[in-house]
């Protein structure tokens, strides 16, 4: 596959729209870390048009590392290769096929997806996209994960379709965002996924926030696939760097349960609950994982002095903030499985969220958000454990955000 894609990049260096314009590939050092590689140090390449600016023919993201702990397998590698296809695009509304190989962090991927966009107007936080997918996947090596338990060693065809809408209401913006995974190597299983987020501001600081998940797995569906109270799916865990391997998060911080990633069905004060059942004494105990979940988030944001001083500021606030809210999170396994619990999980509290978000040419999130939260209150807390005391999480990522 990598072979095949190098090839292709080959070929792409030629004239692009009847044009003869050249081909630029533009290096950068890279330098990140994690308990199996170590530092691992690297090369990031961008390969365009020039003059594109990420919206041309020929777009390469490439990347190559060496761990200098010299693991198993200390070299790793990302190339990804994208088209758009002329005859389905126009300004803002984009088709592209895009083809993919990868191979780090002890997991490897390969394949191709397709891509349609639609953006009525100028504004890219308003937009329509659909997405299919066919892909080759396999975790090489557990050692890199963080929980063990969470993860097949099997060999996945994963074929896939997507569709997400964001646009805006009466009330204000909202995301509708829809996937379905089906896995057709060895034990056939499908894994459906929705989520749709409402905003409801009252002004620049006051508001409301409201997410609703609902999730199934059918039976034999991989263990990174299934879905917990607290926290993301394992598999989504490799969309970003910071949570691909443990040790980017010091894994003592993980192995705790006071450290939140944020996903699924987000009842973040189970966490702690959640984490005990991932780790276990020789292989022993059973991850707490459903085959179905549906929850509900609600955040309410309420004034706080800093969130008003960056405010007056429009420069910085168009890329930073500090808010400050009260959170309350239900739900529940729809019972597909007879494994399934029947019980209603539910928390509230309070916190603050700092977002540090710069978005790239389609309007869509780049950055982070760290978080500070009281889940003061569980309608089913640890044996012994009063439900109204005094809890704290950290997390990474926003519970509710577009």
Same mark, same amino acid.
């Given at each position: 596959?990598?072979?095949?894609?190098?090839?292709?990049?080959?070929?792409?260096?030629?004239?692009?729209?009847?044009? !003869?314009?050249?081909?630029?590939?533009?290096?950068?050092?890279? +330098?990140?870390?994690?308990?199996?590689?170590?530092?691992?140090?690297?090369?990031?390449?961008?390969?365009?048009?020039?003059?594109?600016?990420?919206?041309?023919?020929?777009?390469?993201?490439?990347?190559?590392?060496?761990?200098?702990?010299?693991?198993?397998?200390?070299?790793?590698?990302?190339?990804?290769?994208?088209?758009?296809?002329?005859?389905?695009?126009?300004?803002?509304?984009?088709?592209?096929?895009?083809?993919? !190989?990868?191979?780090?962090?002890?997991?490897?991927?390969?394949?191709?997806? +397709?891509?349609?966009?639609?953006?009525?107007?100028?504004?890219?936080?308003?937009?329509?996209?659909?997405?299919?997918?066919?892909?080759?996947?396999?975790?090489?090596?557990?050692?890199?994960?963080?929980?063990?338990?969470?993860?097949?060693?099997?060999?996945?065809?994963?074929?896939?379709?997507?569709?997400?809408?964001?646009?805006?209401?009466?009330?204000?913006?909202?995301?509708?965002?829809?996937?379905?995974?089906?896995?057709?190597?060895?034990?056939?299983?499908?894994?459906?996924?929705?989520?749709?987020?409402?905003?409801?501001?009252?002004?620049?600081?006051?508001?409301?926030?409201?997410?609703?998940?609902?999730?199934?797995?059918?039976?034999?569906?991989?263990?990174?696939?299934?879905?917990?109270?607290?926290?993301?799916?394992?598999?989504?865990?490799?969309?970003?760097?910071?949570?691909?391997?443990?040790?980017?998060?010091?894994?003592?911080?993980?192995?705790?349960?006071?450290?939140? %990633?944020?996903?699924?069905?987000?009842?973040?004060?189970?966490?702690?609950?959640?984490?005990?059942?991932?780790?276990?004494?020789?292989?022993?105990?059973?991850?707490?994982?459903?085959?179905?979940?549906?929850?509900?988030?609600?955040?309410?944001?309420?004034?706080?002095?800093?969130?008003?001083?960056?405010?007056?500021?429009?420069?910085? !606030?168009?890329?930073?903030?500090?808010?400050?809210? %009260?959170?309350?999170?239900?739900?529940?396994?729809?019972?597909?499985?007879?494994?399934?619990?029947?019980?209603?999980?539910?928390?509230?509290?309070?916190?603050?969220?700092?977002?540090?978000?710069?978005?790239?040419?389609?309007?869509?999130?780049?950055?982070?958000?760290?978080?500070?939260?009281?889940?003061?209150?569980? !309608?089913?807390?640890?044996?012994?454990?009063?439900?109204?005391?005094?809890?704290?999480?950290?997390?990474?990522?926003?519970?509710?955000?577009?």
């Amino acid at each position: 596959m990598t072979i095949f894609l190098l090839a292709i990049l080959f070929f792409w260096s030629g004239p692009a729209n009847g044009q !003869s314009r050249g081909y630029e590939l533009l290096p950068s050092p890279d +330098l990140w870390y994690n308990d199996v590689d170590g530092i691992r140090v690297g090369l990031n390449v961008k390969g365009q048009v020039p003059g594109s600016f990420d919206d041309g023919p020929h777009r390469l993201n490439a990347g190559f590392w060496v761990g200098l702990w010299f693991p198993d397998n200390p070299v790793s590698y990302y190339i990804s290769l994208t088209e758009p296809v002329k005859a389905w695009s126009d300004f803002g509304s984009e088709a592209s096929v895009e083809l993919l !190989s990868s191979i780090r962090t002890g997991y490897q991927k390969h394949g191709v997806t +397709l891509k349609k966009r639609w953006q009525p107007g100028f504004d890219e936080r308003q937009f329509y996209s659909f997405t299919l997918h066919q892909h080759y996947e396999n975790r090489m090596d557990v050692e890199y994960t963080a929980f063990p338990a969470l993860w097949s060693e099997d060999d996945k065809w994963i074929s896939g379709a997507s569709f997400e809408i964001q646009r805006s209401n009466q009330v204000g913006r909202y995301n509708l965002n829809t996937n379905i995974n089906t896995q057709l190597l060895n034990d056939f299983y499908a894994v459906w996924t929705t989520t749709a987020i409402q905003n409801l501001p009252i002004n620049d600081i006051w508001g409301g926030r409201i997410r609703l998940f609902g999730g199934i797995a059918s039976a034999d569906t991989a263990p990174e696939y299934l879905f917990s109270r607290s926290t993301l799916p394992a598999i989504n865990t490799l969309e970003s760097g910071v949570t691909r391997a443990k040790g980017t998060i010091p894994d003592p911080w993980m192995q705790s349960g006071d450290f939140h %990633l944020s996903g699924g069905a987000n009842i973040r004060g189970y966490m702690n609950q959640d984490v005990s059942s991932f780790t276990s004494d020789e292989g022993e105990s059973v991850p707490f994982l459903q085959n179905s979940m549906i929850s509900a988030n609600l955040e309410f944001d309420y004034w706080n002095p800093f969130q008003s001083l960056i405010k007056k500021s429009s420069m910085i !606030s168009d890329f930073l903030s500090l808010r400050s809210y %009260l959170f309350f999170d239900t739900g529940k396994s729809l019972q597909i499985e007879s494994g399934d619990s029947d019980e209603l999980f539910s928390d509230a509290g309070t916190g603050i969220a700092l977002s540090f978000n710069i978005p790239n040419n389609f309007g869509k999130p780049r950055g982070f958000v760290l978080r500070y939260e009281l889940p003061l209150w569980l !309608s089913h807390p640890e044996p012994g454990e009063d439900e109204f005391t005094f809890r704290q999480i950290v997390g990474f990522g926003a519970v509710i955000s577009f």
